[in-house]
C-alpha cells in the first residue's frame, strides 16, 4: 500500500546550520507530496508542496524536490533558526480513489539551538 | 478569511461518555478530513466528507465513531462510549475544491482528547 517513511528524529542543529530530513515514500501512481510543521500545540501548517516530478517546492527558506526515480522528497534549508524548532511531517495524497486524502509519516522533531 | 475552526480544543471525558468535536471549514471550502494524531505518531485518516455525504470512511473504527458534515452548521465527530485508547488530538482539514488530488488541505488547531 502507500506510505511515507521519514527519518527518525530529534534532530538536534546549532542555529544557522544546514538541514536535511529525508523522506521516502511508496505509492502506486502519482501522488503530490507535501511537508507540513506542526509547532507545539497547534495544528499542522502547509509547508511546501510539489504535484509532479521534478517539481521543486521551496517557502520561508524550506525546500523540496520530487524525485520519482528514488522516491523521495527531501526536505533542506540552508541556515537554520531557533524558531524553526517544529515537528516536520512529510505526506502524500494518496492517489488511489482520488480522494486527495493525506497519508503521513511519523514526523521528525527539528530542535535548533542558539 | 478565518481559518478551520475546531471546538472544544480539550476534551475531557471519562469512560463510557460520549465525545463531540465540531469542524468549521474554511470559508467557501465544502470538503472536510478528519485525522487522528496518538501520542508520538503521525496523523492517521478517519473520514473524508462533503455536505451531507461522506465520501471516504476507510479509516474511521467501525464501532463507536461516526461523522456527518450537515448542509448547515459545521462538521461533527461523534465518539460514543470512550475508551481510554481514544485519547489523541483530532484534527480537521479543508480544501476548496472537489477530490482534487493537488489540493492543498488547511488544518484547524485540533481537540485534544483526554480520556480518565
Known amino acids: ?114 | 478569511n478565518a481559518g478551520v475552526m475546531q471546538n472544544p480544543r480539550h476534551l475531557v471525558r471519562r469512560r463510557g461518555q460520549e465525545a463531540r468535536l465540531r469542524c468549521s471549514p474554511m470559508k467557501g471550502h465544502s470538503h472536510v478530513y478528519w485525522y487522528r494524531q496518538l501520542p508520538e505518531e503521525g496523523l492517521k485518516f478517519m473520514v473524508y466528507l462533503q455536505k451531507e455525504n461522506i465520501i471516504d470512511e476507510s479509516g474511521m473504527p467501525k464501532e463507536r465513531f461516526s461523522a456527518e458534515f450537515p448542509k448547515e452548521g459545521p462538521s461533527i465527530l461523534r465518539i460514543q462510549q470512550v475508551v481510554r485508547g481514544d485519547s489523541a488530538a483530532y484534527f480537521c482539514a479543508s480544501s476548496p475544491q472537489a477530490r482534487g488530488r493537488t489540493d492543498t488541505q488547511y488544518f484547524g488547531p485540533g481537540t485534544r482528547l483526554t480520556v480518565l
Open chain 1, 1 to 114: 500500500g502507500n506510505s511515507v517513511t521519514q527519518m527518525e528524529g530529534p534532530v538536534t542543529l546549532s542555529e544557522e546550520a544546514f538541514l536535511t530530513i529525508n523522506c521516502t515514500y511508496t505509492a502506486t501512481g502519482y501522488p503530490s507530496l507535501f511537508w507540513y510543521v506542526q509547532y507545539p500545540g497547534e495544528g499542522l501548517q502547509l509547508l511546501l508542496k510539489a504535484t509532479k516530478a521534478d517539481d521543486k517546492g521551496s517557502n520561508k527558506g524550506f525546500e523540496a524536490t520530487y524525485r520519482k526515480e528514488t522516491t523521495s522528497f527531501h526536505l533542506e534549508k540552508g541556515s537554520v533558526q531557533v524558531s524553526d524548532s517544529a515537528v516536520y511531517f512529510c505526506a502524500l495524497s494518496d492517489p488511489s480513489g482520488n480522494t486527495g486524502k493525506l497519508i503521513f509519516g511519523q514526523g521528525t522533531t527539528l530542535q535548533v539551538k542558539p
